[in-house]
Nanobody, 114 residues
Framework: QVQLVESGGGLVQPGGSLRLSCTAS????????MGWYRQAPGKQRELVAA???????NYDDSVKGRFTISRDNAKKSVHLQMNSLKPEDTAVYYC????????WGQGTQVTVSS
């Protein structure tokens, strides 16, 4: 059974940083692309960043230069380092992988506010 568990969200002031983590179980983690999505109130869920099994990354334009995705295959974890946070980054952030179908974590709230 595939399970993804996120951690690391919270409240931060504009310009601050947070690091999200997602730990996977039930999959051969090193084989799969991992992604971080977010969903703000009243908006559709959107891809923030993804990292392939080979370590290639891609980012939404809105976070390029501020967010960094990384993975640790030994620990079956993927991380999202978020710097220079803006109020518009406020959302629930979800970890994702696709193995025939989508698997999602429970989400972690990130709130950027003064």
């Amino acid at each position: 059974q595939v399970q993804l568990v996120e951690s690391g969200g919270g409240l931060v002031q504009p310009g601050g940083s947070l690091r999200l983590s997602c730990t996977a179980s039930g999959i051969i983690f090193r084989l799969y692309t991992m992604g971080w999505y977010r969903q703000a109130p009243g908006k559709q869920r959107e891809l923030v960043a993804a990292i392939t099994s080979g370590g290639s990354t891609n980012y939404d334009d809105s976070v390029k230069g501020r967010f960094t995705i990384s993975r640790d295959n030994a620990k079956k974890s993927v991380h999202l380092q978020m710097n220079s946070l803006k109020p518009e980054d406020t959302a629930v952030y979800y970890c994702n992988t696709k193995i025939n179908s989508d698997y999602w974590g429970q989400g972690t709230q990130v709130t950027v506010s003064s």
